[in-house]
């Protein structure tokens, strides 16, 4: 669309400089048929049809640009984008030292600075997140007119406007002169643009037809653009809902860890992607039955919670500890040998026996048993059903030599 709008714009610009060319040329003409007497009216209507030339040149020069850059501010789908590509492609039409961006809320009361950029060092006064009321000021007069605003002596109209904080702390930045553009989209207020410069009187003379239009380029832009970013947050958000369902659906009601599902799920890809060093454990709480029959179901579940969270606070942060079943838990270690996984299991072990629980009938004393295997132990069967039922293996002899011990071998490790 761009490049067809320049084609038609040249066409005009040649048809007319040849215009004007016939006219100098009658000129001329009229020039040598008086011998040389030239008229001083004629001079003055030549040279005025030369600087009008050479005006509408660069006016349309300056047009094409503007169109050049409109495709490219096209280009960007997200806010952060446009106004990169705005800081970017806009110095050869504007100059500036510093662009920012404010956007007025949804209620049109207050104006908060969205983003700026700028090529000095000086530590920004005016930063994301501060805001002002729109009301009263003077960007709400510049709204109603519709028109840019040019100060080109900020700190002059900082002397008259001593309570204007927006204009102190941007001369405090080192900002002298200033083109404020108010950003509308199809006649709703959005924003503004700052363009802002160290030196005074920067902005003196420009024509305000040229950022009107991009002002009204930029509106538009930003519209899309905000509305494109409310469905790039919308889906993250929708994302991050979906995560923690799953997350949810993956976890023990009762004790907080992975369930039996999730737990043995993570095995079988930790097996795939690291069968050379896993180790696993299975915990069992000593005599649960009976902590069920003495102190009731209420209490064994305090009791199953208990260990859970005992156990959580040893394992490392690579590990994953699973309810199994009942009173059993399934540990993970990835990358971890055998010897570490027995201390793991060990820390385990004494801090679920350093543990009392309070019931009616006085404090009551709980403790594990616990079977370490390692896939190396495996050999050439080290499928994930092998490597449990070893640890399992393992397990039931802790259980048959005393209970309240770690068997990693054969001899039980107390």
């Known amino acids: 669309m761009a490049k067809e709008e320049n084609k038609v714009a040249q066409l005009r610009r040649r048809a007319f400089i040849e215009e004007l060319r016939e006219h100098l040329e009658q000129v001329k003409q009229l020039q040598n048929s008086k011998g040389g007497q030239v008229t001083k009216a004629a001079q003055e209507l030549g040279n005025e049809l030369e600087e ?35 800081y970017t492609f806009f110095r050869e039409v504007i100059p500036y030292d510093r662009i920012g961006c404010a956007l007025i809320d949804d209620e049109q009361k207050n104006v908060t600075a969205y983003w700026a950029k700028f090529t000095y060092d000086n530590q920004p006064q005016i930063s994301a997140g501060y805001s002002a009321p729109l009301a009263g000021s003077s960007l709400a007069r510049i709204i109603s007119t519709g028109k840019p605003r040019i100060l080109n002596d900020l700190e002059a109209y900082l002397a008259e406007h001593p309570d204007s904080e927006s204009t102190r702390k941007i001369v405090a930045e080192g900002i002298r002169s200033s083109l404020t553009c108010p950003l509308l989209a199809d006649g709703k207020p959005v924003g503004f643009l700052f363009f802002s410069s160290k030196d005074k009187y920067t902005y003196d003379g420009l024509h305000q037809e040229v950022f009107l239009y991009i002002a009204s380029q930029v509106a538009h832009l930003i519209e899309k653009s905000r509305l494109y970013q409310e469905i790039v947050d919308l889906n993250q958000k929708l994302v991050e809902m979906n995560l923690q369902l799953e997350e949810k659906a993956s976890r023990d009601v009762l004790t907080g860890l992975y369930n039996r599902g999730a737990i043995m799920e993570f095995l079988q890809q930790r097996l795939a992607s690291e069968a050379d060093s896993i180790a696993v454990a299975m915990l069992d709480i ?129």
């Open 52 to 86: 009008l030339g050479q005006w509408l040149n660069a006016r349309f020069n300056e047009l094409v640009r503007l169109l050049e850059i409109s495709a490219e501010l096209n280009k960007g789908v997200l806010l952060d984008d446009v106004l990169s590509r705005i």
């Open 286 to 414: 000593d005599h649960f039955k009976q902590v069920n029959d003495v102190h009731g179901h209420a209490q064994g579940d305090l009791v199953l919670r208990g260990v859970a969270t005992a156990a959580r606070k040893v394992i490392p942060i690579t590990g994953r500890l699973g309810r199994y079943g009942g009173e059993e838990f399934l540990l993970i270690l990835p990358s971890c040998s055998k010897e570490s996984a027995v201390e793991v299991a060990e820390a385990i072990r004494r801090a679920v026996m350093n543990q009392p629980f309070e019931t009616a009938k006085g404090l009551l004393n709980v403790t594990i048993s616990i079977g370490v295997a390692h896939h190396l132990e495996m050999g050439d069967i080290g499928s994930l059903n092998a490597l449990l039922e070893l640890a399992d293996q393992r397990l039931y002899r802790a259980k048959e030599s005393g209970r309240n011990k770690v068997v990693a071998d054969e001899i039980p490790k107390n």
